[in-house]
């Protein structure tokens, strides 16, 4: 069975960093890649971030360049989303899913699977 599992989310000041990790099981992460997503109350899931086999590509919402990174540890088969310069308006449960082998230049339109639970993300002084 595939499994893609968030974690690291919690409370941080505006203007504050996280660390989010999306740890796979089932599929490798040198195969397959990953796209990170966000939904607050009462707001349609936006597409964050996609990262290409091995790191090879990544894909960022406008909404966030310069702000968020995502990586790759191939060690421990996880993806990570760096977050900096959070605002008071983007909390939000933040989910991980792959669109297959490739993100691709349609990254943010093309179909995701293997949705996680999410990670609560509140951005409050």
């Known amino acids: 069975q595939v499994q893609l599992v968030e974690s690291g989310g919690g409370l941080v000041q505006p203007g504050g960093s996280l660390r989010l990790s999306c740890e796979a099981s089932?599929?490798?992460?040198?195969?397959?890649?990953v796209g990170w997503f966000r939904q607050a109350p009462g707001k349609e899931r936006e597409a964050v971030s996609c990262i290409g086999r091995n790191g090879a590509h990544t894909y960022y919402a406008d909404s966030v360049v310069g702000r968020f990174t995502t990586s790759g540890d191939n060690t421990e088969n996880r993806i990570y989303l760096d977050m900096s310069s959070l605002k008071p308006e983007e909390p939000a449960i933040y989910s991980c899913?792959?669109?297959?082998?490739?993100?691709?230049?349609?990254?943010?339109?093309?179909?995701?699977?293997?949705w996680g639970q999410g990670t609560q993300v509140t951005v409050s002084s």
């Open positions: 089932g599929l490798n992460l040198d195969s397959y890649a």
């Open positions: 899913a792959t669109p297959g082998l490739l993100c691709g230049s349609r990254w943010a339109t093309k179909e995701y699977e293997y």
